[in-house]
């Protein structure tokens, strides 16, 4: 059924494949790169101005350009460096100080269930997470989760994607990218907002109940809801 229902399967990572408690893991995230920067830019400003680089990113609506050229462009001009004179930084970051990270996120027992079960019926599955980071923050979360990602036709990043969650562009692009329709897409993820936002863009939609995250004034309107486990028999159907 699932096999002539979609054409590919679409997943969110953060609170969906993986337990990661974003209170934490973003404050820690942050003050670890800002220590990688302290000689060039004392650490409250270096966060503000992390923060605002972000916010325009996710705002960017520019078909021309990638997610990590706007996150650059803009964030070197609030600091005042090229991005040839911080990119060692970045890459120290994540090469040594990200993988201290770990701690903030623990594997989920039913998400080996989820991508094989997808495998099983043949289809291909995206790893839709938010394209706000570089691919080896990704691939390291995937890796807390005890996920790799050869297991993935397509996972999005900041350097591969031109739109950010909620946007319905951002689903829209995954569509061309793997040359499916939207409507024969299913995404699921455990944002009311962001993740149920691929309605827009023309997607059935599943809400994962596991650790919702609840957006203030915004009904959530999905085409399925339940647990991890519950998505992993859905999905053998
Ligand atoms: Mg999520």
New binding site residues.
């Given amino acids: 059924m699932i096999r002539n229902r979609y054409d590919a399967i679409l997943i969110?990572?953060?609170?969906?494949l993986i337990d990661i408690d974003l209170n934490k893991f973003i404050p820690a995230y942050v003050s670890t790169l800002a220590g990688r920067f302290k000689d060039f830019i004392e650490s409250d400003a270096f966060i503000a101005h992390l923060f605002g680089a972000t916010t325009v990113m996710v705002e960017n609506d520019d078909p021309q350009k990638l997610n990590s050229d706007v996150f650059y462009e803009d964030f070197c001009r609030r600091i005042g460096y090229e991005y040839g004179e911080i990119k060692h930084l970045i890459d120290d970051f994540y090469r040594h100080d990200f993988p201290q990270l770990r701690c903030w996120g623990n594997k989920l027992s039913h998400s080996g269930a989820v991508v094989n079960a997808v495998k099983e019926k043949k289809l291909p599955l995206v790893l839709a997470?938010?394209p706000i980071f570089p691919p080896e923050a990704v691939y390291q979360r995937l890796g807390w989760a005890e996920l790799s990602r050869d297991q993935f036709k397509f996972i999005t990043t900041m350097e591969n994607m031109h739109y950010c969650k909620p946007n319905p562009n951002y689903y829209l692009e995954i569509a061309e990218k793997i040359n499916c329709q939207p409507d024969r897409c299913l995404m699921a993820?455990?944002?009311t907002l962001?993740?149920l936002a691929a309605a827009e863009a023309g997607m059935e939609t599943f809400l994962v109940e596991d650790?919702i995250?609840h957006r203030k004034d915004h009904k959530p309107i999905y085409d399925h809801r339940g647990s991890l486990k519950y998505l992993a028999e859905f999905l053998k159907q």
């Fill in positions: 969110d990572l953060d609170g969906t997470t938010n993820g455990n944002d962001e993740d650790y995250l």
